[in-house]
C-alpha cells in the first residue's frame, strides 16, 4: 500500500451516478440497513468494507434490485440512477440489470460454452443484429475482461472448465457484454487466488474508464488498492465514505478506524 | 539429603498403555463396528436372496409361456365342405363356422396318424382329435378367409396343440396325473411322444403369446398380451402427455415463481398426501368422475390414462421440485444478474439443468403407473377383450386391457396353463420395466451437467 499513491488519488470527477437517500432494508424482522445515504460517482470504482454482516452485501443488492428475488426482503426509502428512482413503480427490474451488471462472490458461469456465456446477456436484450455482431461484442468483451488471449481458441468449450480466475473474468465478460453503466461487484476475489486476484483487480482499474464500479470487498488492502472512494459499513449503518485515501490514513469515526488497523471484524 | 531433592517421579507410574495392544473401549468400538457391518451385510443378502427366489420362481413358471407346441399337418382344404356353392363368395364363405373346420382337422391330424402308424393299440379317433386346441378351427378359417383360393388345395399347416398336450412337453402334465384327469388320457400323452419323434409334433417360440389377443378359458393355448400390450402403451402415451406438461408446469410455478404463504404450504403439504394416497381411492375418484360423471366408456385406456395421471402427478411433482432444487442459486443469479426476466432465467438456465432430473422423475412414475392394477379394476379393464384397439386418437376409447390386470385376469383361471400364461406376462411386465429403469438411468448419465 503506497500511501502518498493514495492521497493522490482524488477523483477528478465529480458526477453522481447512484445517489441513495434514506435506504432502509428489512429481511423480515431483520433491519439489515439502517438509513444509508450515499452517492456513488461515475467511471469511479467505490469500494464498501465492513465486517461480516454489516450489510454491505445487501445495500449492494439493492442497486440493482437483486433483492426483489428474495421474499422476506423489502427496500424503503430512494435510489436514484441518473436521477431516476429505481424502486419507482414503472421500473423493470429486468431492464435496470441490463444498465446495472452484477458479478458475484463465486465465479458462477453457465454450464454452456465461454462464447454461450458471453452472448447469452446481448441475445436476451437483442444487442446484436446479426452473427457478426455478436461475434464483435463476444470479442469485445473477452478483451475487456482480459481473457480473450487465453479463451479465443477455446470458444466453444464449456465456460465450467476455466480455472477460478477465468471463470471470474468470464463472469465479468458477461456482465460487460451487456454494456451496463454500473458494474456492481460482489466480493470478486475472495475465491480466487493471490494471482487470479491480481489480475481481476487490474482489470478493475481498467475497467473505471467506461463504468461506474462499485466493489464489495471483505479485504481491506484491495480496497485500497483499487477504490477511489470507500464506504465502511458496521452493523447496517454506513459510518463513513469518503476519498479511500482520507478513509485509510485519516478516519474520522473511531468505529473506521478500530477496523482498518484491526481491532474490529 | 537436601531439601532440594524433589520426590523423584515414580518409576512404575501407569503409562497410558501401549499403543500395540487395544484397550478394552477401543475393542468394544471395534467390535461394535464389525457386528454393524455382519448385519448390514445379512440385510443385503436377504434382500438379494428375495429377489432371486423370485426371479427363478418367476421365469422357472413363466419361460415356458414363450413356447408353445405346433403340429404339421397335412389338411386338405375340401371344397365340398367349405364352399358347397363354389364361387367363393366370402358371405358363403363367412357362414361356415368353425364347426365346419373342426373335423377337417381331426381328420388331417388321424389320417397323418395312420399314415405314420403311429396309432397306440385301442385308441379312439375322438381321442387323437381332442389333442388338437380349439383354436386351430378358427386358424383355418381366417386362413380361408382370407386367401380363399386355398380351397380345394392341400397344404401342411401349423396348427395350436391341446394345452395338456402342450403342458405334457413342458412338464406340467405326466401320465400319472393324465390318469386323474378328464381332459387327457396316457394314450393321448403315448402319442404326442411318438408325433414328436416322427416331427410332426414340436415346441417353438411363440409370437402369438405377444401379439394375440386374450382367449376364453378352454384354450389357453392360443391366449397372448397383444391387446393388453397394447391398452398399457395407449394408458402410458395417455399418462406421459398429461402428467409431463402438468406435474411439470405446476412445479416450475410452484418452486419458481409461486410465493412462500400458507397457500403454497397447504398446496405442497397436500402434494405430498396425495402421493401416498392408495392406488385404489384413484380407481374409485375415476370411476366416479370420469365414468359416471363425464360418461366416457369403461375399460377404455383413456379413463385408464386419466386415473394413472392423476396417481402419477404427485410423483412428477415431487421428482421435479427435487431436482429444481438442486439446481445450484448462483446459476439464477447469474442469469438474473445480466438482465434475464423470471421466465428467461427459469426456461434457459434452470430447466435445462433440471432435465435430466425431470426426466427421470416422470421415467420411474411412467413405470410406477404401468404396474399399477388396483385402480384399473374398478373402471373396467378387467373385461375380457379380444378385439385390438384402433389406432389413436380413437383407440383411446376403445375397450383394451392392461399388462398387470391380465396377470391378474390370468392368475383367476382355473386351467394350470394359464398360470404359466400369467407368470410369462409379468415376464413382459418386468421387461417393460427394466427397460424403462434403465433408459431413465442412461438419460440421466447423459445429461448430467457439472458445474
Known amino acids: ?265 | 539429603m537436601t531439601d532440594m531433592t524433589a520426590p523423584a517421579a515414580p518409576a512404575d507410574a501407569p503409562r497410558k498403555g501401549s499403543l500395540l495392544e487395544q484397550d478394552a473401549r477401543t475393542k468394544r468400538r471395534n467390535a461394535a463396528e464389525k457386528r454393524f457391518e455382519v448385519y448390514g451385510i445379512i440385510a443385503v443378502g436377504i434382500g438379494v436372496l428375495a429377489l432371486i427366489a423370485l426371479l427363478t420362481s418367476i421365469l422357472v413358471n413363466g419361460l415356458g409361456a414363450f413356447q408353445q407346441t405346433f403340429l404339421n399337418v397335412e389338411v386338405e382344404f375340401a371344397e365340398d365342405r367349405l364352399d358347397k356353392n363354389g364361387n367363393r363368395d366370402p358371405a358363403d364363405l363367412a357362414k361356415v363356422s368353425t364347426f365346419g373346420y373342426k373335423p377337417l382337422i381331426e381328420g388331417a391330424l388321424i389320417a397323418t396318424v395312420d399314415r405314420l402308424g403311429l396309432r397306440p393299440d385301442g385308441m379312439s379317433d375322438g381321442d387323437i382329435g381332442a389333442m388338437v386346441s380349439n383354436e386351430a378351427a378358427a386358424q383355418l378359417r381366417n386362413r380361408v378367409l382370407a386367401d380363399p383360393d386355398v380351397i380345394g388345395t392341400t397344404h401342411t399347416v401349423r396348427i395350436l396343440a391341446n394345452a395338456r398336450i402342450d403342458g405334457y412337453l413342458k412338464d406340467r402334465v405326466d401320465r400319472a396325473s393324465a390318469e386323474l384327469d378328464g381332459n387327457v388320457t396316457p394314450q393321448q400323452l403315448e402319442l404326442t411322444d411318438r408325433l414328436q419323434a416322427a416331427g410332426v409334433l414340436d415346441k417353438a417360440f411363440n409370437w402369438d403369446f405377444i401379439t394375440a389377443p386374450d382367449a376364453s378359458e378352454n384354450r389357453p393355448e392360443a391366449s397372448g398380451l397383444g391387446v393388453a400390450i397394447l391398452g398399457s402403451l395407449y394408458m402410458m402415451l395417455v399418462v406421459l402427455c398429461l402428467a409431463l406438461p402438468i406435474g411439470v408446469a405446476a412445479s416450475i410455478y410452484l418452486e419458481e415463481f409461486a410465493p412462500k404463504n400458507r397457500w403454497t404450504d397447504l398446496i405442497e403439504v397436500n402434494i405430498s398426501n396425495l402421493a401416498a394416497v392408495p392406488s385404489i381411492v384413484f380407481g374409485i375418484l375415476g370411476l366416479a368422475i370420469f365414468i359416471n360423471f363425464a360418461g366416457l366408456p369403461q375399460s377404455a385406456p383413456i379413463v385408464g390414462g386419466l386415473v394413472l395421471t392423476l396417481m402419477t402427478l404427485p410423483t412428477i411433482i415431487i421428482a421435479t421440485r427435487a431436482s429444481l432444487k438442486s439446481v445450484p442459486p448462483s446459476i439464477r443469479e447469474a442469469a438474473l444478474g445480466v438482465g434475464a426476466s423470471k421466465m428467461q432465467t427459469v426456461f434457459h438456465h434452470v430447466l435445462p439443468l433440471a432435465a435430466p432430473g425431470i426426466l427421470t422423475g416422470t421415467i420411474i412414475g411412467l413405470a410406477q403407473a404401468l404396474g399399477e392394477t388396483a385402480p384399473l379394476l374398478l373402471i373396467g379393464m378387467v373385461a375380457f377383450v379380444r378385439e385390438y384397439p384402433d389406432a389413436p386418437p380413437e383407440g383411446f376409447f376403445d375397450p383394451a386391457s392392461a399388462l398387470p390386470v391380465q396377470v391378474y385376469n390370468w392368475t383367476q383361471r382355473a386351467d394350470p396353463a394359464f398360470v404359466e400364461r400369467a407368470s410369462g406376462a409379468i415376464i413382459v411386465l418386468l421387461i417393460f420395466l427394466v427397460a424403462m429403469n434403465a433408459l431413465a438411468v442412461f438419460l440421466r448419465r447423459r445429461f448430467e451437467r457439472r458445474w
Open chain 1, 1 to 265: 500500500m503506497n500511501d502518498m499513491r493514495l492521497i493522490d488519488r482524488a477523483t477528478d470527477m465529480t458526477d453522481v451516478k447512484i445517489a441513495a437517500r434514506g435506504v432502509q432494508v428489512f429481511y423480515g424482522d431483520t433491519h439489515a440497513i439502517k438509513d444509508v445515504d450515499v452517492d456513488i460517482q461515475d467511471k469511479t470504482v467505490t469500494a464498501f468494507i465492513g465486517p461480516s454482516g454489516c450489510g454491505k452485501s445487501t445495500f449492494l443488492r439493492c442497486l440493482n434490485r437483486m433483492n426483489d428475488t428474495i421474499d422476506s426482503a423489502r427496500v424503503e426509502g430512494d435510489i436514484r440512477i441518473d436521477g431516476e428512482d429505481i424502486y419507482d413503480r414503472r421500473v423493470d427490474p429486468v431492464q435496470l440489470r441490463a444498465k446495472v451488471g452484477m458479478v458475484f462472490q463465486k465465479p458462477n458461469p453457465f454450464p454452456k460454452s465461454i462464447y454461450d456465456n458471453v452472448a447469452y446477456g446481448p441475445k436476451i436484450h437483442g444487442l446484436a443484429k446479426n452473427r457478426t455482431d455478436l461475434d464483435d461484442i463476444v470479442e469485445r468483451s473477452l478483451r475487456r475482461a482480459a481473457l480473450w488471449d487465453e479463451a479465443k481458441d477455446r470458444l466453444q468449450e464449456p465456460g465450467t472448465g476455466l480455472s477460478g480466475g477465468q471463470q471470474q473474468r468470464l463472469c465479468i465478460a458477461r456482465a460487460v457484454a451487456t454494456e451496463p453503466e454500473v458494474l456492481l461487484m460482489d466480493e470478486p476475489c475472495s475465491a480466487l487466488d493471490p494471482i487470479a486476484t491480481s489480475q481481476v483487480e487490474e482489470l478493475i482499474d481498467e475497467l473505471r474508464a467506461n463504468y461506474s464500479v462499485v466493489i464489495v470487498t471483505h479485504s481491506m488492502q484491495q480496497a485500497a488498492r483499487v477504490s477511489q472512494k470507500t464506504a465502511f459499513f458496521h452493523l447496517g449503518n454506513l459510518v463513513e465514505y469518503g476519498e479511500t485515501g482520507q478513509i485509510f490514513t485519516n478516519p474520522q469515526d473511531s468505529r473506521t478506524e478500530s477496523y482498518i488497523t484491526g481491532r474490529i471484524g
